[in-house]
């Protein structure tokens, strides 16, 4: 009987032996995959990464984890979407393709993008900065520092689009803006905050069948594990699909869009994208509250981080058009041609509505048309493949002119 107790004794301390040595042999794994693994990661490798963990496998930063960092923020533009990305897709490596690794080399700083393609004003002020914030510091391993500046790209071209579609909580019946309820105290802040905070965002993507503390604990840890089954979404279900051309197929029509580049007249393809033609006043001036309310909404959030506003053209207000209309492309299907004219002075009027609602919440609001219109005098900045985003051309002007924001602010 004394021998086999001390039978049991020795069997339940060696399995305890070797399932202590397994479980920090992982813990070594996991470390070893976080700080010497994932900032080399290639670009096709790093889309099977737990979606709030992307961002620190950028290769604009100095290590892993950010420091005394710049956080870009907005839609496709801060993601890097273009023809420089579509260029790199097949690399082995992690390189350079757009405005945050031009910055990160002109000043030396970490950089990191929290860009989505598609994101409106909520959720590139809001839910981006807070979903990776709180993602990351759930992790055992991990600690995120507070951004030291933030770079919000608002794109003229869709940005008001996008928030508009978001305001259909606010239609009445007929279609039209419940604009009593919209303008009412609060209540747009209090449907950020509360509804829209984590609207597609990873904590509602992320949804295996489990218990909520084997959701927080398993699914912010365990990153390795993670990585490897991604492609069989053993634990997310969020996955980032490669840029595609298939999408710009539609833009291979050339009728209407003619510009100057040097001393020769180019024709740009039709469906190149406007200042938000096709909304109304009424619509527009929605879409900026929504705008207004989210920087709100992120100064709150973050009340001891300055913010820049960096204001970009739409992909043909950046050129010298010559012919009098211009094709551009439909969100609304209310049309697309319309007078080039209208269509900059619609650029000026968005800009200085934009201006107005970064200073009223102390946002510093950086007019990048001017620059972008210099250099497409003489090439093209954007396509000739991705004619909705900048070229290599264009986010290393952005790139650059970021930087000097940020110098002569003394960020």
């Not at 350079?96 to 690794?101: C, T």
């Not at 291979?252 to 180019?266: L, R």
């Given at each position: 009987m004394l021998a086999n107790n001390r039978k049991i004794w020795h069997v339940g301390v060696n399995t305890l032996l070797i399932s202590l040595g397994i479980a920090i042999g992982y813990l070594a794994m996991e470390v070893i995959f976080l700080y010497a693994i994932i900032p080399h990661l290639s670009l096709e490798k790093q889309s099977r990464l737990p979606p709030g963990l992307r961002p620190l496998a950028q290769s604009s930063k100095n290590g892993l984890l950010p420091h005394h960092y710049i956080a870009v923020l907005g839609d496709s533009y801060a993601n890097g979407n273009g023809d420089w990305l579509l260029s790199i897709l097949k690399s082995l490596g992690n390189p350079?393709?757009?405005?945050?690794?031009v910055l990160h080399e002109k000043t030396g700083r970490d950089v990191v993008s929290y860009g989505e393609s598609g994101a409106d004003s909520i959720y590139g002020l809001v839910t981006e900065p807070v979903q990776f914030?709180?993602?990351i510091n759930h992790s055992w391993l991990l600690n995120l520092e507070t951004p030291a500046l933030f770079i919000h790209y608002f794109y003229e071209g869709n940005d008001l689009n996008d928030n508009y579609e978001r305001l259909k909580p606010f239609r009445r019946d007929d279609g039209k803006l419940d604009t009593q309820k919209l303008y009412e105290p609060r209540v747009l802040d209090d449907f950020i905050k509360n509804k829209a905070m984590f609207y597609a965002g990873y904590f509602d993507d992320i949804a295996p069948p489990w218990s909520g503390w084997k959701l927080k604990y398993l699914t912010r840890n365990l990153f390795l594990f993670q990585f490897l089954c991604g492609g069989l979404d053993c634990l997310t279900t969020n996955k980032r699909n490669p840029p595609s051309l298939d999408r710009f197929k539609n833009l291979?029509?050339?009728?209407?869009?003619?510009?100057?580049?040097?001393?020769?007249?180019?024709s740009l393809p039709d469906g190149m994208q406007g200042p938000g033609m096709e909304l109304d006043e009424e619509e527009t001036r929605a879409s900026v509250w929504v705008f207004e309310r989210s920087l709100a909404a992120l100064r709150n959030n973050y009340p001891n981080t300055p913010v820049i506003i960096a204001y970009l053209p739409s992909t043909l207000t950046a050129y010298r058009v010559l012919s009098k209309q211009v094709a551009l492309q439909s969100y609304m299907d209310r049309g697309n041609i319309f007078s080039t004219s209208e269509m900059f002075a619609r650029s000026d009027r968005l800009a200085a509505m934009i201006r107005d609602a970064s200073e009223r919440h102390g946002a510093i609001f950086a007019d990048t048309r001017p620059v972008f219109r210099q250099a497409a005098r003489k090439k093209l900045i954007h396509g000739p493949k991705d004619w909705l985003h900048f070229n290599q051309l264009g986010y290393t002007i952005l790139g650059e002119e970021m930087a000097h924001l940020v110098k002569n602010f003394g960020f």
């Open positions: 350079h393709f757009q405005s945050i690794h914030d709180q993602y291979n029509h050339y009728s209407i869009n003619e510009v100057m580049i040097g001393e020769t007249a180019v």
